[in-house]
């Protein structure tokens, strides 16, 4: 059974803290990927990476950085947070989208709420 | 630009009643569509998907039903349970990274 884990399920930070979001898989999953889920306005790619120490920007990137430093892991991190930035943040990863017959499927895990105050 | 739009913010039915969730794409070059539902703090989770070779896939009470030419796709639940209750968002696939473009999601209400 897959499994996504993030660090924190709740999270409340001030204005211009730096924050570390973690993110871990333990499929051995090729991609990872950052999204910001905002009322009306879906899920939104922030960062995603398709190897380790690679990374691609997505759609909002930013303000935000990440680290791929091991295949298992993919941290977000907010420079200096911003009260814009209070949002529920999911990470996902799935396996090379190559192979006849994949799904491709994206494994979620159970999010973080940031709230910058 | 928003390559997948569902219009409908939310959707209201009856218990035992079918739910239709509509879902539009721009480009025609996505060739994968996943549909996933999500509940009030916790991540989404998968529950269907169609490859574009197909119009119709099936898993017990959801059907996912794709038009190419008008590039639609709709999911059909029935009959709905309150505990289908959720948002709903529907997702194509980009390329061959793995990455997924989002709707902006359906809230569903299936009222007892």
């Known amino acids: 059974d897959v499994k996504v884990t993030q660090s924190s399920r709740y999270l409340v930070k001030r204005t211009g803290e730096k924050v570390f979001l973690e993110c871990v898989q333990d499929?051995?999953?090729?991609?990872m990927f950052w999204y910001r889920q905002d009322p009306g306005l879906g899920l939104r790619l922030i960062y995603f990476?398709?190897?380790?120490?690679?990374?691609e920007k997505g759609d909002i990137p930013e303000g935000y950085s990440v680290s791929r430093e091991k295949k298992e892991r993919f941290s977000l991190i907010l420079e200096s947070a911003s009260t814009n930035q209070t949002s529920m943040y999911l990470c996902?990863?799935?396996?090379?989208?190559?192979?006849?017959?994949?799904?491709?499927?994206?494994?979620f895990g159970p999010g973080t709420r940031l709230t910058v105050t | 630009d928003q390559q997948v739009k569902q219009n409908s913010p939310s959707l209201s039915v009856q218990e035992g009643r079918i739910s239709i969730l509509n879902c539009d794409y721009t480009?025609?070059?996505?060739?994968?569509f996943l549909w996933y539902k999500k509940y009030p703090a916790e991540g989404p989770t998968f529950l269907i998907s169609?490859?574009?070779?197909?119009d119709k896939n099936e898993d017990g009470r959801f059907t996912v039903f794709l038009n190419k030419s008008a590039k639609h796709l709709s999911l059909h639940i029935v009959p709905s349970q309150p505990g289908d209750s959720a948002v709903y968002f529907c997702?194509?696939?980009?390329?061959?990274?793995?990455?997924?473009?989002f709707g902006q999601g359906t809230t569903l209400q299936v009222k007892p």
């Open positions: 996902a990863s799935n396996g090379l989208a190559l192979a006849s017959g994949s799904s491709y499927e994206q494994y």
């Open positions: 499929m051995d999953h090729e991609n």
């Open positions: 990476s398709y190897d380790v120490k690679m990374k």
């Open positions: 480009n025609s070059m996505f060739d994968y």
């Open positions: 169609i490859s574009s070779i197909k």
């Open positions: 997702a194509a696939l980009s390329g061959n990274t793995g990455k997924l473009i």
